[in-house]
């Protein structure tokens, strides 16, 4: 018999080699319920901060994402404008 994990539900299972079938399994273990609830509100509290924190700095990037994309721009107008004969660069559908 060889024993194998579940990546699905993470159970561990014992197998026959020989019939192939199932003899026993075992489920992954469930924590216990929680002890100290002051410490399971502290780190609620903290994951709240950090949402809002993650929040923050993606409104930022979104502000300035704008700023980005128009600087990016400029430069490949610019580049175009330098070089007019440049090959344009091919695309997926101009590959069929």
């Known amino acids: 018999m060889f024993e194998v994990e579940c990546p699905v539900c993470q159970a561990t299972l014992k197998v026959d080699p020989d019939t192939k079938a199932v003899i026993s399994h075992r489920e992954k273990e469930k924590p216990g319920p929680i002890e100290d609830l002051d410490a399971a509100v502290a780190k609620l509290r903290g994951e709240a901060?950090?949402?809002?924190?993650?929040?923050?700095?993606?409104?930022?990037?979104?502000?300035?994402?704008?700023?980005?994309?128009?600087?990016?721009?400029?430069?490949?107008?610019?580049?175009?404008?330098?070089?007019?004969?440049?090959?344009?660069?091919?695309?997926?559908?101009?590959?069929?």
Do not use: C, H
């Not at 107008?77 to 069929?96: G, N, T």
């Open 49 to 96: 901060a950090r949402r809002e924190e993650l929040f923050r700095k993606s409104l930022e990037e979104q502000k300035t994402r704008q700023e980005v994309l128009a600087k990016k721009f400029d430069e490949l107008f610019k580049q175009a404008k330098e070089k007019p004969e440049a090959p344009r660069p091919l695309k997926d559908i101009d590959l069929d």
